[in-house]
């Protein structure tokens, strides 16, 4: 059975750091790529990261550029979000997935349960 579980999220402060962790079992992530998603409260569910099955290959949404990056580790089935200069819309719970590849479809099952990240003073 397929399962992605989250870990890391948190209420911080702005401008604060957090690392997000996703780690997959019941499958390897080895030939997926692995995408981080977001949900802010009465918003749709958006794509923040994903990082190609090789690792050499990452994409980011505009408004995270320059302050998260994604990172993978196949030996621990992991995936990895490092969020830095955390802003208030930044907020949202944050999901991990495997996607057959990078802007693709995510692979049916494969969503984590998420893990709330709060920015606030």
């Known amino acids: 059975q397929l399962q992605l579980v989250e870990s890391g999220g948190g209420l911080v402060q702005p401008g604060g750091s957090l690392r997000l962790s996703c780690v997959a079992s019941?499958?390897?992530?080895?030939?997926?790529?692995l995408g981080w998603f977001r949900q802010a409260p009465d918003k749709e569910r958006e794509s923040v990261s994903c990082i190609s099955s090789s690792g050499g290959s990452t994409n980011y949404a505009d408004s995270v550029k320059g302050r998260f990056t994604i990172s993978r580790d196949n030996a621990k089935n992991s995936v990895y979000l490092q969020m830095n200069s955390l802003k208030p819309e930044d907020t949202a719970v944050y999901y991990c997935a495997a996607q057959f590849y990078c802007s693709g479809p995510v692979v049916s099952g494969s969503w984590g349960q998420g893990t709330q990240v709060t920015v606030s003073s």
């Open positions: 019941g499958f390897t992530l080895d030939y997926y790529a």
